[in-house]
């Protein structure tokens, strides 16, 4: 059986050129959304004088607080995916700055929970202004239906990004020795 270029196109990435069209505005879209978001965060970041792992970090304890849960060095640490020397600069530069305070938990009095501070709360809301209502608004246009393909595009797009590369080690090889070179 003869194989033609036009089979090669058809089979090869998408369908057809129509799908490929559709496909490549979705991933754009996604693409520049996110190039927002990324954009939007760096101005917090810089009116408030933090780093991203900084925001990250208090955005995390936030919600964590709103929702009844207490997040200790260790949840945050796993959160953030950085070590745990890096996790205690990082709680220590947020408690110097009055944005993070450790208490003992109350239910073991040797861990600690990270309790962000009511300043930090409303530095964070003034910093934002009122964008998380607009992002809601967006959202609320969506009927139930457009809400679940939504949904489950994007839990599937992340779960398409968690595979790409996880079977790379992340361990790094150990040095070669000068006379292995």
Known sequence: MAYSVQDAGTHYWYSDDAQRERSVAVLEAMRTYRAAESAMRSRTQRSMGLGENDLLALRYLITAKQDGRSIGPKELTAYLGI???STTVLIDRLEKAGQVRR???????RALILIPTATTDAEIQAALGDVPARMVEVANRLDPAQAKVVVDFLQNMRAAVDEIDAHVDTEVPPARSASAQ
């Open 83 to 85: 070590s745990s020397a």
């Open 103 to 109: 208490e003992h938990s109350p239910f073991d009095r």
